[in-house]
T-cell receptor, first 112, second 114 residues
Framework: DGGITQSPKYLFRKEGQNVTLSCEQN?????MYWYRQDPGQGLRLIYY???????QKGDIAEGYSVSREKKESFPLTVTSAQKNPTAFYLC???????????FGPGTRLTVL | GENVEQHPSTLSVQEGDSAVIKCTYS??????FPWYKQELGKGPQLIID?????GEKKDQRIAVTLNKTAKHFSLHITETQPEDSAVYFC?????????????FGRGTSLIVHP
């Protein structure tokens, strides 16, 4: 999985609770991305960050928040405002200006 | 925005046969087309990519073709093996503010029967 780690692999939360998913990379990549994957669907972009302390909304940012305080870390918080949070979440990174993305192993979040 | 259609959603072949997955895109400005393989419970892995200035690219049993005029590109896998069984995603992307943000197809579940 190319130097990108996501933890934990499986996560269970009760409805109404916020939860933070971890993504760390040691590839010295500038850009990092969060995607959501649902069965039978492609990857949908939640947020991305090109440099530290800067990030942009993707196609489905509502109900999510991110921070980019360090180059190697890009945590994603799934808030209680996200109406259907149960999904497989994938983090990716790339060199700034490069079109090739490297993906982490994913975190499967189940909200009960 | 970009729209990527991918077909078929499921493809079942016998070991040794060829497999072809097709994608179409809508934005003529897209210029980078990667293909990813995702095994069960894992993240996608880039297996091959092609840029808009190239019509075909090969890497051992895998090849990708691109028709810019028709806005479609295809993945070809020859001599399929059971370990090729996975979900394959195509994507189309272009530069946007210094980053390349891909739009993904919905995926093709390839099943190779021994």
């Amino acid at each position: 999985d190319g130097g990108i780690t996501q933890s934990p692999k499986y996560l269970f939360r009760k409805e109404g609770q916020n939860v933070t998913l971890s993504c760390e990379q040691n590839l010295n990549h500038d850009a990092m991305y969060w995607y959501r994957q649902d069965p039978g669907q492609g990857l949908r972009l939640i947020y991305y960050s090109q440099i530290v302390n800067d990030f942009q909304k993707g196609d489905i940012a509502e109900g999510y928040s991110v921070s980019r305080e360090k180059k190697e870390s890009f945590p994603l918080t799934v808030t209680s405002a996200q109406k259907n949070p149960t999904a497989f979440y994938l983090c990716a990174s790339s060199m700034r200006g490069s079109d090739e993305q490297f993906f982490g192993p994913g975190t499967r979040l189940t909200v009960l | 925005g970009e729209n990527v259609e991918q077909h078929p959603s499921t493809l079942s072949v016998q070991e040794g046969d060829s497999a072809v997955i097709k994608c179409t895109y809508s934005d003529s400005a897209s210029n980078y087309f990667p293909w990813y393989k995702q095994e069960l419970g894992k993240g996608p892995q880039l297996i091959i990519d092609i840029r808009s200035n190239v019509g075909e690219k090969k890497d051992q049993r895998i090849a990708v073709t691109l028709n810019k005029t028709a806005k479609h590109f295809s993945l070809h896998i020859t001599e399929t093996q059971p370990e090729d069984s996975a979900v394959y995603f195509c994507a189309a992307s272009k530069a946007s503010g210094g980053s390349y943000i891909p739009t993904f197809g919905r995926g093709t579940s390839l099943i190779v029967h021994p």
